[in-house]
């Protein structure tokens, strides 16, 4: 028994709405989730089954949440989402999805090893890296 993955990452977000429709424009399923116990709904963006983002808007960040990060700061996230499908593929999606790519593609390394990233930024300035493996293109 032991750590298994990561469950969820933390956003502070200066505006619900905007992040919801900046994340559905990567495909991604952004809204709200009940939370247990009769606490109301959580806003949320869901990655897969299994991993989300709970956002907190910045202003109220450490009312709803005591035991938040200290030194948060929006735009002070970087994280790495996984594209399933070639890099061309990525480029193409984001350009129809009207996202700036601000760099890529490049040869990273990821946590399944080798791979290919395209790099953009979130309404907030979050850094959001797109990696893909086994692109024979880029091998």
Known sequence: MGIAAIDHWVLV???LETTFAFYRKLGLDAGWQERPGGRGNRPIIRINDTQKLNLYVVD???TESPTHAPGYALGSADLCLRWEGT?????DFLKQAGVTVLDGPVARSGALGPGTSLYLRD???NLIELMTYGDPKYK
């Open 60 to 62: 109220r960040y450490e």
């Open 87 to 91: 890099v061309q593929e990525a480029q």
């Open 123 to 125: 309404p907030d300035e």
């Open 13 to 15: 977000v200066k505006d």
